[in-house]
Structure formats: C-alpha cells, structure tokens
C-alpha cells in the first residue's frame, strides 16, 4: 500500500528526524550539565525554542498535513479536470466546424442535382 502525503513529505524534507535530533542534543546538553555541575538545575525552555517557531499539539499538526495534502490532491484533480475539458471544448468546436462543412457539401451536392435535372 502506497504511503499516506504525510509520511512521504516527512520523508522528503526530514522534519520528523530534525525533531528527534533536537531531542536528543537538549537531552544530550542536559546530561552534560548534570554531570558538571549538579547543583545547579535551571530549565531555560526558551533557550530552546526560536522566537519564530510555535509549538503545535501533534495531533492539530497531522490534521493540518492532511487537509494540506487533501488540498493538493483536490488541485491537481481540478487541473485534470480543466484539461479534460479544454479538450472537450476544442473537440466540440472541431465537431461544429465539420458539421458546417458536411451540410455546406450535402447543399453544393443538392444544387448540382437540381442542376442537371433540369
């Protein structure tokens, strides 16, 4: 079975790897700074959050990416359905024309008839 958007897109741009690689370098600098000095335990959260970044629940997250990729599929859907009728459109007017064509050939062929019967 194929893999969901979200999954592929978590592949392609590594998001959910750059989250557990900050993971681990915030526990990583925790226990260095455990082990050097003990006795002091001050949590700066800030420290490591950008002043541009906002923390979003995970599950408001993945609704997010889902109607993200429900809005791509739904615009390359529109795409395929503009082309199918665009060529619906220049086969109809093709049609016209050719049936102008045959009933101007069907009255050439009408008047030639008229013509030599009499």
Do not use: C
């Not at 082990?35 to 979003?56: F, I, M, Q, R, W």
């Not at 995970?58 to 889902?66: G, M, R, Y």
């Amino acid at each position: 079975m194929s893999k969901s958007y979200e999954e592929r897109m978590a592949e392609k741009y590594n998001f959910l790897n750059k989250d557990n690689e900050k993971q681990d370098i915030v526990q990583n600098d925790n226990k260095e700074t455990s082990a050097n000095e003990p006795e002091v335990k001050e949590e700066h959260e800030g420290d490591t959050v950008n002043e541009e970044s906002l923390l979003v629940p995970l599950d408001a997250w993945n609704t997010v990416l889902n109607q993200l990729g429900n809005l791509h599929e739904a615009s390359q859907q529109m795409a395929e359905a503009r082309e199918r009728a665009a060529k619906a459109e220049a086969e109809a007017e093709f049609l016209r024309e050719k049936l102008k064509n045959t009933r101007q050939q069907l009255e050439d062929v009408n008047k030639k008839k008229k013509f030599f019967f009499f």
